[in-house]
């Protein structure tokens, strides 16, 4: 499991205070702010509940977009949830 073994070696990457959601952001993710606000609740509580966040410059898009469906399927979270809170670092990782 290949993003298992980057979100082990990027433990020096987390981040205890992951940008906050602004409109610069909004516009330069192409998402809305409200949606983006959402994301950002998602990713502290639920991904933050379970382990160090990663900054969302520390990984690729391509490998958010990997290392995203599995550790929200192994958190619960629904499908919505999983789609904020992709925005919100793809957005953060854009700004």
């Given at each position: 499991?290949?993003?298992?073994?980057?979100?082990?070696?990027?433990?020096?990457?987390?981040?205890?205070?992951?940008?906050?959601?602004?409109?610069?952001?909004?516009?330069?993710?192409?998402?809305?702010?409200?949606?983006?606000?959402?994301?950002?609740?998602?990713?502290?509580?639920?991904?933050?509940?379970?382990?160090?966040?990663?900054?969302?410059?520390?990984?690729?898009?391509?490998?958010?977009?990997?290392?995203m469906p599995g550790m929200c399927w192994n958190?619960?979270?629904?499908?919505?949830?999983?789609?904020?809170?992709?925005?919100?670092?793809?957005?953060?990782?854009?700004?």
């Amino acid at each position: 499991m290949p993003w298992l073994m980057t979100c082990v070696l990027l433990g020096c990457a987390a981040s205890k205070s992951p940008p906050v959601p602004t409109a610069a952001m909004a516009a330069a993710g192409g998402v809305p702010l409200k949606t983006l606000q959402q994301g950002h609740a998602v990713y502290l509580t639920q991904c933050g509940g379970c382990h160090e966040l990663i900054a969302p410059d520390a990984l690729e898009i391509s490998d958010w977009h990997l290392v995203m469906p599995g550790m929200c399927w192994n958190a619960g979270l629904t499908r919505a949830d999983e789609a904020l809170a992709l925005k919100y670092v793809l957005a953060a990782k854009s700004r």
